[in-house]
């Protein structure tokens, strides 16, 4: 009752009372009352999305008090050490390599900023997880990189916590956890009976409880104690977990909970007993009894999940399969899952509900409290079995597996914690035993060897599980624990889990099996090889590397011959179960074998590191034999698939031979696989091991010293690449070094060099070529040389440049002159390569270098290089060069390639002499005892007498018998003379020779490689087996190898050779040289060595023959004979018609080669010439020729190419030609500002930017002020437009046809490739230098500029040619005929006019009137002469011209645009000539003008009207009249400077000047003297309402300086000089004359004066000119003033304030830039990437900057759209009239829109090594590249965006 009435009374009031209660010393009452309370309020029956609950929940726990106030009071006694920060995925921290200890340690952005980094090897990422900060946790970083919060140990100066203030916090949070787990019981139905959907409800509802609780861990480590105390109190548990006796909703709810328990197979402890002895009869893992948890035998009761059923299908071998090992680990490992606390429970919901990401935070944000990260921590352990249990069926399995992840990284990272839970929860057995378990559950029967009988399983790579990569947090939890060593030593030390981790490995043994296709290519290629490579790497070679991390020092010799010998009892488990005997079986391979580089590695590490004797770590001889044979297998199959063997399995075969080399696997696969085979080549018989490779490369019956053989196992195209493979492999086999006895620094130099002699490479690239082990990049092991340091010792830094052509190239590392010279190692970089092109590209990088420093101008062989020397253990190895087996192969390969035998190459011979030099390198130093004394059995020793090379190389050998086609040519040839001629009949065998023949055939050698190894292997096994156990071994495998011969056709002839190798290399050399005599006999003496060691093949014989010589005098002695001798040597015989074929197709095909190379030389130049003359911006003399005709041809039409039909001819009215000619909207000029200084992009919130300074803004608050007051009309034609969206024409200066233009459309309107651009849009690229472009301008018909009469100038008056002008005007337009080109002029106008968007051209208050029309079209011509002032520089200086001296269309689009004018004639009445010439008579009339007054002289714009008179006067214009028209618009100029400048006077200095000018005035010459007109204004200005009263305050503060004569002068002419350089340009182009060139800037104005005639060009430059002294008026100046400054002073309704805005008009502007930024790009990024968006208040996904405007826009974002226009489309219309420049904050790239298209532009910030870092991946510090800034603005300035980037698509408003 007493709870009813508490819930109807205040809240905040209740919980005030009820906490006094609890606070005496006798609380009972208290307690009784607040449980009652608390059972009404927490009733889990309710529904939980009743939120009633959570507000009493809060007011309870804050006393009474505000529930924020309690929040505070709580947190002001926090005591923590550690940040803890919860982060969930793609969140941005940093990772510091230098402070981690861990390599898991990350840092949030605040931690990172507050702590001092610098210099450290740190990165930014976003979290794939999530994570949390470590920042203050020692054990996982050091405490120098903390930040300064968690630096201090804040807890000793917290104040301790009063008993009172969590006293109802206490009490309270029991209950409402319990209430939160009663929900989640009672929400829980099994996965197959419900949809993810009902979980998701119930987590839904759940959503606000659980932050409640999240935000209670955030108060600090005061309410986490509280927590923890609640969550871990067994005793609560108990008393709350099962509900109260009467209470049947709690006891349905109990059940439920163990229901759920018992179907998760997990056991409760009633049914452990029997469970157990299920689980061990069931024949499952009986060791580690975390079996017990996964119910793992199918016998197992209680596991009737789905799970069995699905794979009851494959269960060949599947669940019942040979019993692991019953290790004799105490069964009860793991506690039964009797959950004792809330913690435990919690945690088994979350993995029940598959970890939803609000419960993860919380248990995480729980961490920093160290009690509750302990018993978090075994619960965790506990239940590790069941979270991968759930994992696997989970439907969600990679958002879980995240999760999973984000938990166990911050519990296992921690050693103390890892070293714990390995002692007390036996965390290593569980993990293993799951790993098992999980692997078990997708197990097949393996194929490899002995389909049938094999016994051995592996996992089926087609699963989901491995596909999927779902044992991926398993596999790195398991990692992370072993990088500590306690972990790895305990795990070492333990037998019985290294022998069940062994069985885990072996499950990977052999998976992915190819089986050759030999007749038809396979229908479905899988992509299973993906799969099988992750999971060796990463459940496989990593686990090893961090084993092997630990085995670094003799003491953990244990440890290591540990690991071996299970390695071997594995292994030979494992030979046993595919049924191994001594062949591979034929066509198969398999690339994953594990357990031998197990092996291999702890056998490398043992030597290198520890110190063991290898001997004592090898098995038998026989078992050596077996483990051979696949990594063979192997290396032979790279060589088939290379070959094209495979060709029929598809692509996928090549990928899986390229990611076996690839960088990320190599050193955990084909570096293992190649040092195991060194070992057992050391080990085993050298002629054993060699025969076996020529074996397994299948290139046996090549071999012979016969022309002709058959291969029973090859095509004929493939033997020549299998040979080149087999040679090429002896040669790695024998000379790489990288676990025989380098150090880890020359490993990491051989490693880079070779990487950088492939390619230059960037930084990042070759971070990511170099193998991670034995060298990890990140932090420096000590006494190791670091990966900088490597780098600078063997590479060249390379800076990005720029090239004109805009292709942004990359900061690159290239190899120094010396690694060229003395390092470059071919083999090295045929081992790393993954495309067979890069060894190309190596060598012909050396050859490149070779020539460019005149070592060698040839086509050089890949250079010797010498070892480092072996370790002596493996000092066997040698042998293999010096075995009679090798030697005989090399003397048969040399005699077939001097021979000319088919399929020999250059690769083979250099191979070859590559291993003779590595033979003559590496000499044996054994003693000639050990030479077996039974020579007879020998079958080769007829061939050399012993085995050293040096000895063979001049052994000669006389006779060879061979078995050749019956069909070859030394059956005919060879027959002895003696016998008659039907004893060499065909079929005969060679037994009937005559006598004579018969010692030779004694003497005559058989070499038959397969008998050979037939018997040493015998040999091996006899001396294995001495026991009467032999095995007598089938033979019939062995028929496989020998030829299918059909007796008849093969028969044995004896070939006379009489030839040693030494004879046969000195052969080799007169051929190669084609000199008979090649060496003469006293070559060697005078020999220079020293240049022997980089060259071709005749530098590498003789390199040989010096070395051989100087190692024995007794070869130098045969070199001499056979040097004097000098026999001519043999022609090559031609063999047969085959091999004549063969060497013609040969021939043909280098011919057409050379031809096609010349062919492609010549089209080269041709076109690099055409793009010197097209692309040749320098030149002035095309400039010229562009303008319309060149000067000398005074009289003749100028004459056009057209670029598509080739014809040369005028342009004529009915067949017109046109320049192809780009328009685009601009708004750069808009764009400029006041100052010099470009704006800074605003990085903090006060910074904004203030876009009221610019061009655009201020000519539009001028034009919207005049209209305010006066006439519409006559106010647009005061001002231009086209600041913002204004048109702008290019061209490429090509000329075309514009009917040859219209067919061309056509064509690309049907031609369905994909273009960058739109077609129906008239867009196209030029067809001659493909520049983009949109339209075609009409060229005029017409003579070469007319000129002549036009220019001459007539010496009228002044006033006459002020008449002729007026006259000019009043004409009325001749309306041009109807004509081809009129038309094509009409079409160009609308071009133009949809270039740009309707709110740029209508300014008019009558929208479409012919005065806005007007106003757009001279606007045009405005903007295009801005714009190139602009590309010059801003001025006409010489310096700024050869820049900008574009072609340039503006003679021709001053026509079209004249032409289009002239239908508007300006009414007599209004024309504003006569206002500027002549005084006014009639000043009556306009008082009763009904209308608005005029737009005042003074307000015009003058380059404006210069332009309308212009272009209103018919064409062509006579020179004379221009510069009538510029002299008059200067007078106007000038007055306006003199007003602008007299408002800046304070009003002292205007009565001074007004006396002084006074004076003057009357004085001869006062029309053209400063002081007078100055003076005259003022006092004309100063007249009715004056415009100077306004500012007398202002300009007395800032003119603190006074006006001198110099200065005013100076003003004066910056005023006037913008219009001197409109007009001398347009003078430029229209009459084709060549601009001044001054070179200073203080020359400009006079040199512009002389050139447009204001100043007399007999002008010496030593006279200082006065602006006023160009002046020249054609009535009294001081009329005109007056009547200019009355226009002004009697504006009656006008603001004096206004009129003086409209008077100051500064036409001085800065050229454009874009936005300042910061150097370094974290500033933008922390600033932007969290800001919210301005106009959807969120924080957008893909955050963009405008460069130019500073605006900040979310690109792509829904949010943003308008009309279904995405915001950075709509910002670039808006700002740049189309064209956006944005720099996207989370990628650091810039992407340009360009209208409907946009590009990605590149990046401006590199990192320290000049790398873009794109997306941000590596996260480096990235600073800002001027250039790259500077040539993004000069290609915005330029508008070439269109014609640089080359990758453009379609946007279709998405961006």
């Known amino acids: 009752m007493m709870a009813a009435s508490q819930l109807r009374r205040d809240k905040r009031a209740t919980a005030a009372h009820l906490k006094a209660d609890l606070n005496r010393t006798d609380n009972s009452s208290g307690v009784r009352q607040l449980q009652e309370l608390l059972d009404v309020v927490l009733n889990p029956e309710k529904p939980a999305a009743d939120t009633e609950a959570l507000d009493w929940c809060k007011c309870l726990i804050a006393g009474g008090e505000c529930f924020e106030e309690f929040c505070k009071t709580v947190r002001s006694y926090d005591n923590a050490t550690l940040c803890g920060l919860v982060w969930t995925a793609n969140f941005v921290a940093y990772r510091c390599r230098t402070c981690g200890i861990s390599p898991c340690m990350s840092l949030c952005a605040e931690c990172f900023n507050n702590g001092d980094h610098t210099g450290h090897d740190f990165n930014m990422f976003r979290s794939q997880a999530g994570g949390a900060c470590d920042c203050g946790d020692s054990n996982v970083m050091r405490d120098s990189g903390f930040c300064r919060r968690h630096r201090l140990r804040n807890w000793e100066n917290t104040p301790s916590i009063p008993l009172d203030l969590l006293l109802m916090s206490e009490m309270v949070l029991p209950r409402f956890i319990l209430c939160i787990i009663q929900y989640l019981r009672d929400g829980y139905i099994e996965p197959d009976t419900s949809t993810e959907r009902d979980l998701q409800k119930v987590l839904q509802q759940l959503e606000p409880q659980i932050s409640f609780l999240e935000e209670l861990t955030k108060m600090g480590g005061a309410m986490r104690t509280v927590l923890t105390k609640i969550l871990t109190n067994q005793q609560a548990f108990k008393d709350l977990s099962m509900g109260q006796e009467d ?635 010096h075995c009679k087996t090798l030697h005989i192969v090399i003397f048969t390969l040399l005699y077939k390639i001097w021979m000319d035998h088919q399929n020999m190459s250059e690769h083979v011979l250099c191979m070859v002499l590559y291993l003779i030099e590595l033979g003559l390198d590496n000499q044996v130093h054994d003693n000639k005892e050990e030479e077996e004394p039974c020579i007879e059995e020998h079958c080769h020793d007829s061939w050399f007498p012993g085995t050293n090379l040096l000895s063979n190389l001049h052994h000669v050998i006389n006779f060879v018998r061979v078995r050749v086609p019956e069909t070859a040519p030394e059956v005919k040839r060879e027959a002895p003379p003696s016998t008659s001629s039907e004893a060499s009949s065909y079929g005969q065998n060679s037994r009937r020779l005559s006598g004579n023949w018969r010692e030779n055939l004694r003497e005559a050698q058989v070499f038959s490689l397969v008998a050979e190894r037939r018997r040493k292997f015998q040999e091996i096994i006899n001396r294995s087996n001495t026991e009467a156990t032999q095995v007598v071994r089938p033979k019939s495998s062995s028929t496989r190898w020998v030829p299918p011969g059909t007796p008849p056709q093969l028969v044995t002839e004896i070939l006379e050779i009489r030839e040693s190798m030494l004879s046969l290399l000195i052969k080799l050399h007169q051929k190669m040289s084609s000199k008979q005599n090649s060496l003469s006999a006293s070559w060697l003496e005078d020999m220079d060595t020293s240049r022997l060691a980089h060259g071709d093949g005749i530098t590498a014989i003789e390199r040989i023959l010096t070395k051989a010589a100087t190692r024995s005098c007794q070869i130098k002695r045969s070199i001499q004979d056979i040097c004097g001798k000098v026999s001519p040597p043999v022609p090559p015989k031609k063999n047969s018609p085959t091999d004549k074929k063969a060497m013609d197709k040969e021939e043909r095909r280098q011919r057409a080669r050379e031809r096609q190379k010349k062919l492609l030389a010549e089209f080269a130049s041709r076109q690099k ?7 040749d911006v320098e030149s002035p003399d095309t400039e010229a020729a562009m303008d319309l005709g060149s000067s000398e041809v005074m009289e003749s039409e100028v004459l056009y190419d057209c670029v598509i039909c080739g014809q040369s001819g005028p342009s004529t009215e009915d067949r017109p030609t046109g320049l192809v000619v780009l328009l685009q909207a601009s708004s750069v000029l808009g764009h400029r500002c006041k100052s010099q200084e470009p704006k800074n992009l605003p990085t903090t919130d006060e910074e904004h930017i203030y876009p009221v300074d610019t061009c655009g803004v201020a000519h539009d608050v001028r034009l919207t002020l005049m209209q305010q007051f006066f006439k519409d009309s006559s106010c647009l034609q005061s001002v231009s437009i086209g600041w913002d969206g204004g048109v702008y024409v290019q061209t490429c200066g090509h000329t075309l046809h514009i009917d040859c233009h219209k067919s061309y459309m056509e064509s690309l309107r049907n031609d369905q490739v994909l273009q960058g651009f739109s077609v129906d849009k008239g867009e196209f690229t030029c067809p001659l230098c493909r520049q983009f472009a949109n339209s075609v301008l009409p060229c005029r018909p017409g003579h070469g500029t007319d000129a002549g009469a036009w220019h001459t100038p007539t010496n009228k008056k002044l006033c006459v040619l002020v008449k002729e002008v007026e006259g000019l005007q009043d004409k009325l337009a001749l309306f041009p005929t109807e004509s081809n080109l009129s038309k094509e002029m009409e079409l160009v106008i609308k071009d133009i006019k949809n270039t740009t968007q309707k709110k740029y051209m209508d ?270 008026w054609p009535v009294n100046a001081f009329d005109l003033v007056t009547q200019w400054c009355t226009e002004v002073t009697g504006l009656c309704q006008m603001h004096a304030e206004q009129s003086l805005t409209l008077l100051v008009q500064d036409p001085q502007w800065a050229a454009p830039r874009l936005l300042q930024l910061p150097d370094n790009y974290n500033i933008i990024f922390q600033y932007y990437h969290r800001k919210a968006c301005t106009a959807c208040k969120k924080v957008p996904k893909d955050p963009a900057l405008c460069l130019v405007c500073g605006a900040f826009v979310c690109l792509k974002g829904v949010c943003c759209k308008q009309q279904g226009v995405c915001e950075c489309v709509l910002h670039s219309q808006h700002c740049g009239a189309a064209t956006g420049i944005f720099l996207l904050i989370n990628a650091s790239v810039i992407i340009i829109i360009r209208g409907h298209r946009f590009c990605l532009w590149g990046s401006v910030y590199l990192d320290a090594h000049g790398e873009e870092d794109r997306d941000l991946r590596r996260g480096k510090p990235l600073f800002l590249c001027e250039e790259r800034y500077r040539v993004l603005e000069q290609q915005w300035v330029s508008h070439t965006f269109d014609h640089i980037n080359k990758r453009w698509g379609p946007h279709y408003n998405g961006l």
């Not at 050869?1442 to 004018?1461: E, I």
Request: charged share 20%; hydrophobic share 40%; proline share 4%.
């Open 1169 to 1175: 010439s055409f793009m010197e003359t097209a692309m």
């Open 1403 to 1672: 300014y008019g208050k009558s929208p479409g009137s012919p005065d806005n029309d007007f106003l757009f079209m001279y606007s045009v011509a405005r903007t295009n002469l801005e714009l190139e002032l602009v590309h010059r520089g801003g001025n006409l200086c010489s310096g700024g011209a050869s820049a900008a001296a574009k072609r340039s269309c503006l003679n021709q689009l001053f026509h079209v645009l004249a032409m289009h004018m002239r239908l508007y004639s300006i009414d007599s009445a209004y024309n504003p000539w006569t206002k500027l010439t002549q005084v006014a008579q009639n000043k009556e009339s306009e008082d009763f003008d009904e209308e608005r007054p005029e737009v005042p002289m003074l307000f015009r714009d003058v380059p404006s009207l210069l332009i309308i008179f212009v272009l209103t006067m018919p064409q062509p214009l006579r020179k004379e009249h221009f510069t009538c028209v510029v002299k008059m618009l200067y007078n106007l100029q000038f007055t306006q400077a003199l007003a602008a400048l007299s408002t800046k006077f304070s009003s002292e200095e205007r009565q001074a000047w007004v006396t002084s000018g006074a004076l003057k005035k009357n004085v001869g010459n006062s029309e053209k003297c400063v002081e007078a007109l100055l003076s005259y204004v003022i006092s004309e200005l100063s007249k009715d309402k004056s415009v100077y009263k306004v500012n007398a305050e202002e300009t007395t503060m800032l003119s603190s300086s006074v006006w001198s004569p110099q200065s005013i002068e100076f003003s004066l002419q910056q005023f006037c000089l913008p219009f001197l350089r409109l007009s001398c340009l347009l003078q430029h182009h229209l009459y084709g004359e060549n601009l001044t060139g001054c070179q200073e800037e203080e020359e400009e104005f006079s040199s512009l004066s002389v050139c447009l005639g204001l100043l007399p060009s007999a002008l010496q430059p030593s006279n200082t000119v006065h602006s006023a002294s160009c002046l020249e």
């Open 247 to 881: 209470n049947l909703f709690a006891k349905t709810n109990y059940d439920k909970y163990l229901s759920a328990l018992k179907n998760s197979g997990l056991v409760s402890v009633e049914e452990k007993s029997q469970g157990t002895a299920a689980d061990v009869t069931s024949g499952a893992e009986g060791g580690a009894g975390a079996m017990v948890l996964l119910a793992a035998g199918p016998g197992s009761p209680d596991d009737s999940s789905k799970e069995e059923d699905q794979d009851g299908g494959q269960s060949v071998g599947q669940r019942k399969r040979v019993k692991l090992s019953s290790s004799t680990k105490d069964p009860c490992i793991i506690e039964s899952l009797k959950h004792k606390c809330f913690l435990e429970e919690l945690l088994f919901w979350t993995i029940k509900y598959e970890f939803p990401q609000k419960m993860v935070t919380f248990l995480l944000n729980m961490l920093p409290d160290q009690d509750y990260k302990i018993t978090f921590t075994k619960t965790f352990v506990q239940h590790y079995a069941f979270i991968m249990k759930t994992l696997m069926k989970s439907h969600e399995s990679d958002t879980m597996s995240n999760r999973i992840v984000h938990i166990s990284v911050q519990l296992f990272s921690n050693e103390e914690l890892a070293r714990h839970m390995t002692e007390e929860c036996q965390l290593l057995d569980i993990m293993v035993t799951v790993l098992l378990y999980m692997m078990e559950s997708c197990l097949i029967k393996s194929e490899l060897q002995d389909e049938e009988n094999s016994r051995h399983v592996v996992v089926n790579c087609s699963e989901a599980l491995l596909k999927n990569n779902t044992y991926w947090p398993l596999v790195s939890d398991f990692i992370n624990i072993l990088s500590h060593q306690s972990v790895a030593k305990k795990f070492l030390e333990d037998h019985s889990l290294l022998m069940l981790w062994m069985s885990f490995v072996s499950f990977f043994q052999g998976m992915n099996l190819n089986k050759r296709e030999l007749n038809e290519h396979v229908e479905f290629e899988s992509q299973t090889y993906y799969a099988a490579f992750a999971a060796e790497l990463e459940a496989c070679a990593q686990p090893m590397w961090g084993l092997l991390t630990h085995c670094k020092v003799k003491e953990t010799q244990e440890y290591t011959k540990t690991v071996v010998r299970y390695c071997l009892e594995t292994l030979q488990i494992w030979f046993d179960a595919i049924g191994f005997i001594d062949e591979p079986a034929p066509n198969q391979v398999t690339f994953h074998l594990p357990l031998h580089r197990y092996y291999a590695m702890f056998l490398s590490r043992a030597v290198k590191c520890q110190g063991l004797d290898l001997d004592s770590l090898l098995p038998d001889q026989e078992m050596l034999m077996k483990i051979m044979v696949h990594p063979l297998q192997i290396q032979a199959c790279l060589s088939e698939i290379h070959s094209n063997m495979w060709v029929r399995n598809g692509l996928q075969i090549k990928g899986q031979a390229m990611t076996y080399v690839q960088s990320h696997f190599c050193n955990s696969m084909i570096d293992p696989d190649i040092y195991l085979l060194q070992v057992c080549a050391s080990r085993l018989d050298p002629d054993y091991f060699i025969s076996s490779v020529f074996e397994r490369f299948k290139v046996v019956d090549l071999l012979t010293m016969a022309s002709q053989h058959q291969n029973a196992v090859l095509d004929l195209e493939q033997e020549r690449p299998m040979l080149e493979g087999a040679l090429t492999f002896l040669v790695i086999l024998t000379s790489l070094r990288i676990h025989l006895g380098m150090t880890d620094d020359e490993i990491l130099r051989a490693e880079m060099v070779s990487q950088l002699c492939m390619n230059d490479r960037t930084h990042s690239a070759l971070l990511d070529l170099i193998p991670e082990n034995p060298n990890p990049k990140s932090g420096i092991v000590p006494g190791s040389c670091s990966f900088e340091d490597m780098l600078s010792a063997v590479a060249d830094f390379k800076a990005p440049v720029f090239e004109p052509g805009g292709s942004m190239q990359q900061g690159m590392y290239t190899p120094k002159g010396e690694v060229w010279e003395k390092e470059f190692d071919p083999i090295m970089v045929i081992l790393r390569t993954v495309y067979r092109r890069d060894v190309q590209s190596a060598m012909d990088r050396y050859s490149a270098f070779l020539k460019q420093y005149g070592i060698h101008t040839g086509n050089p062989w890949p250079p010797y290089k010498e070892r480092t020397s072996l370790h002596p253990c493996y000092k066997g190895l040698i042998r293999l060069l």
